[in-house]
Nanobody
């Protein structure tokens, strides 16, 4: 299981960032993929999920209309375009395979990449 996130940084509120997640094709190309985030002192939460072919996408209410998840299976990469960023979006962002859990999604595998830190200043 190989996952490497990148693209995080410091941005002002209202700004944009694009995160990338490079993954090992053998494990992840045929499964749903998701972005998750963990803010300091809080549990990791689901942000967005795309089906294996990118045909359907799902978002947490807190990011709906602002974030867009996509994937390029030819490049073994999943993206998260984040617009209109808010200070409450500050967190370390991770990608992983995803599965349904109640009304949302959770990680399919227990191994995580290093994540990428997003800091939004007010």
């Amino acid at each position: 299981v190989q996952l490497v996130e990148s693209g995080g940084g410091l941005v002002q509120a209202g700004g944009s960032l694009r995160l990338s997640c490079a993954h090992s094709a053998r494990t992840f190309s045929s499964v749903a993929m998701g972005w998750f985030r963990q803010a300091p002192g809080k549990d990791r939460e689901y942000v967005a999920v795309t089906t294996w072919d990118g045909g359907s996408t799902f978002y947490a209410d807190s990011v709906k209309g602002r974030f867009t998840i996509s994937r390029d299976n030819a490049k073994n990469t999943v993206y998260l375009q984040m617009n209109s960023l808010k200070p409450e979006d500050t967190a370390t962002y991770y990608c992983n395979a995803a599965k349904r859990s109640g009304l949302g999604y959770t990680n399919l595998f227990n191994t995580w990449g290093p994540g990428t830190l997003v800091t939004v200043s007010s």
